[in-house]
């Protein structure tokens, strides 16, 4: 079964701290995998999008990671500032018959940064 | 400043009562996307449109929901008849091609949809 799991599920930190989220998948065939950050109240903004054969992508303060064999990924956000604090969840594509692709939705990890 | 815009962004209705939200997608873009989203569930995939053709709709309950695109400028998802568990936040999301590597997705700002 395709499943998407985020961990933790809430962190709270200090502004100016580092955090890593983390995102594990069983998603077959693996297309690629996004991350979004999603605030209150408004839609999600992509992040980054990752393949098969990229090991990490930076997009600002965010560097997210992805280990296709352990089918593990992490997004590390640096220096946090209090406009960090969003939900922020992982998604996994598999490459389906057809040519289109299939998303899979993680749970998502709700940070909270304070000052 | 291009953006996905989605009407009405809040909407109260009793069950029973049809219920119909509209997105734009971003000019050019050939792909839209409807999701619901909910603090138990997350955020669920309802089905999407690729050249206003569906391509995936088997994350919609068929007996009450439709999604169509009358034209490429709008995307319509229609509930009838509503009941309270439909009550959620509804995105829709455009983009250029079908979820792969190199096809980001622009949200909208979403409805949320209470049902009495």
């Known amino acids: 079964k395709n499943q998407v799991e985020q961990s933790p599920q809430s962190l709270i930190i200090l502004e100016g701290k580092n955090c890593t989220l983390q995102?594990?998948?069983?998603?077959?065939?693996?297309?690629?995998l996004r991350w979004y950050k999603q605030d209150t109240g408004r839609g999600p903004v992509s992040l980054t999008i990752?393949?098969?054969?990229?090991n990490t992508k930076s997009n600002g303060r965010y560097t997210a990671t992805l280990d296709a064999d352990t089918k593990q990924s992490s997004l590390h956000i640096t220096a946090s500032q209090l406009s960090d604090s969003a939900s922020y969840i992982c998604?996994?594509?598999?490459?389906?018959?057809?040519?289109?692709?299939?998303?899979?939705f993680g749970a998502g990890t709700r940070l909270a940064v304070h000052p | 400043d291009a953006r996905v815009t989605q009407t009405p962004r809040d909407k109260v209705t009793e069950m029973g009562q049809e219920v119909t939200m509209r997105c734009q997608p971003i000019?050019?873009?050939?792909?839209v996307f409807w999701y619901r989203q909910t603090m138990m569930q997350g955020l669920e995939l309802l089905a999407y449109?690729?050249?206003?053709?569906?391509?995936?709709d088997s994350g919609m309950p068929k007996d009450r929901f439709s999604a169509e695109m009358p034209d490429a400028t709008l995307a319509t998802l229609k509930i009838q008849p509503s009941e309270p568990r439909d009550s959620a936040v509804y995105f829709c999301?455009?983009?250029?091609?079908?979820?792969?590597?190199?096809?980001?997705?622009?949200f909208g700002p979403g409805t949320r949809l209470t049902v009495l």
């Open positions: 449109f690729r050249n206003r053709a569906p391509l995936d």
């Open positions: 999301a455009s983009g250029q091609g079908l979820a792969g590597p190199g096809d980001t997705q622009y």
């Open positions: 990752m393949t098969f054969s990229e």
């Open positions: 998604v996994v594509s598999a490459g389906l018959s057809g040519g289109y692709n299939k998303l899979i």
């Open positions: 000019l050019g873009h050939n792909t």
């Open positions: 995102c594990n998948y069983t998603v077959s065939p693996f297309s690629n």
